[in-house]
């Protein structure tokens, strides 16, 4: 498999791994914790990769013990800013941490070892699919460091249970989801046995994915997040917009030769007009 590097990444390492994307958090000596350079990087990692036509799927990830813990409590204790640099951005729902954020319509798997705390629950609640390790955890400390837990908790309530969510973000620091029980709750749909298979997992599963059609991928994970906001008659209806907007696409074509000739297809990375 060609790995290919990104340059220009102090917080995450960016990488294509044959048709895959990845973005790993890079900060393991901090728990891989975000601070304000790794904020700025996450943007422009998704929109790189976003960009390369040669990336079909994006997995993000974490080194080291932990997939991501939310903001740095350390810098923003000690370097006079504190939550004040998030206050333009935020009011302006100006954010760049996930593909949500910034409209990226390539498929998302977050792959979840060790904690998930905090902030860290954005690209679980912005992933398309979640997969965490067996030794994973999940939990919420916003209001035990005096901080309101609000976006990342309200993202999480399309994918399980409200009380679950509240149950989460209510107790705080005190409690943790296991792997085993975000699986039942519907945070992740694999848990990963054992945990040093993860990332393997996640390539597998992604590699998976990018043998489909890109334009249909694209234009199906906007179908089918724009639900999210709409009710089923207006969800409906703009899904048949993204279905009918596919026709007249090389693929069209090729995904019913391909299977006629009993062959894998050929996609174009012809994006949508």
Same mark, same amino acid.
């Given at each position: 498999?060609?790995?290919?590097?990104?340059?220009?990444?102090?917080?995450?390492?960016?990488?294509?791994?044959?048709?895959?994307?990845?973005?790993?958090?890079?900060?393991?000596?901090?728990?891989?914790?975000?601070?304000?350079?790794?904020?700025?990087?996450?943007?422009?990692?998704?929109?790189?990769?976003?960009?390369?036509?040669? $990336?079909?799927?994006?997995?993000?990830?974490?080194?080291?013990?932990?997939?991501?813990?939310?903001?740095?409590?350390?810098?923003?204790?000690?370097?006079?800013?504190?939550?004040?640099?998030?206050?333009?951005?935020?009011?302006?729902?100006?954010?760049?941490?996930?593909?949500?954020?910034?409209?990226?319509?390539?498929?998302?798997?977050?792959? $979840?070892?060790?904690?998930?705390?905090?902030?860290?629950?954005?690209?679980?609640?912005?992933?398309?699919?979640?997969?965490?390790?067996?030794?994973?955890?999940?939990?919420?400390?916003?209001?035990?460091?005096?901080?309101?837990?609000?976006? *990342?908790?309200?993202?999480?309530?399309?994918?399980?249970?409200? *009380?679950?969510?509240?149950?989460?973000?209510?107790?705080?620091?005190?409690?943790?989801?296991?792997?085993?029980?975000?699986?039942?709750?519907g945070m992740v749909s694999e848990v990963v046995d054992p945990p040093e298979r993860l990332h393997e997992a996640a390539q597998e599963l992604a590699e998976k994915i990018a043998l489909n059609s890109p334009a249909a991928l694209a234009a199906t994970k906007r179908?089918?997040?724009?639900?999210l906001e709409r009710g089923l008659t207006d969800a409906c209806k703009a899904g048949v917009q993204e279905l009918v907007s596919v026709w007249g696409h090389p693929d069209q074509t090729e995904g019913p030769l391909a299977f006629s000739e009993k062959r894998e297809?050929?996609?174009? $990375?012809?994006?949508?007009?």
């Amino acid at each position: 498999m060609t790995v290919h590097s990104y340059d220009g990444f102090d917080t995450l390492v960016v990488e294509r791994r044959g048709r895959v994307g990845w973005i790993l958090f890079a900060r393991p000596e901090r728990r891989n914790a975000m601070n304000n350079g790794m904020r700025d990087e996450l943007r422009k990692a998704w929109n790189v990769l976003d960009a390369d036509p040669e $990336v079909r799927v994006i997995v993000n990830g974490g080194q080291g013990r932990d997939f991501q813990t939310g903001a740095d409590v350390v810098e923003l204790a000690t370097d006079g800013v504190g939550m004040e640099r998030y206050r333009t951005s935020l009011e302006a729902w100006d954010l760049g941490f996930t593909a949500w954020h910034l409209g990226v319509w390539k498929p998302v798997i977050a792959a $979840v070892n060790g904690a998930c705390a905090g902030g860290g629950l954005h690209f679980v609640a912005d992933a398309d699919i979640v997969l965490a390790a067996s030794d994973a955890s999940f939990l919420d400390p916003h209001v035990s460091v005096g901080q309101v837990s609000a976006v *990342e908790t309200i993202g999480l309530m399309r994918k399980m249970p409200a *009380e679950a969510v509240l149950r989460m973000a209510l107790v705080g620091r005190y409690e943790r989801l296991s792997a085993a029980r975000a699986f039942e709750l519907g945070m992740v749909s694999e848990v990963v046995d054992p945990p040093e298979r993860l990332h393997e997992a996640a390539q597998e599963l992604a590699e998976k994915i990018a043998l489909n059609s890109p334009a249909a991928l694209a234009a199906t994970k906007r179908a089918l997040w724009g639900a999210l906001e709409r009710g089923l008659t207006d969800a409906c209806k703009a899904g048949v917009q993204e279905l009918v907007s596919v026709w007249g696409h090389p693929d069209q074509t090729e995904g019913p030769l391909a299977f006629s000739e009993k062959r894998e297809p050929i996609w174009s $990375v012809r994006g949508l007009s």
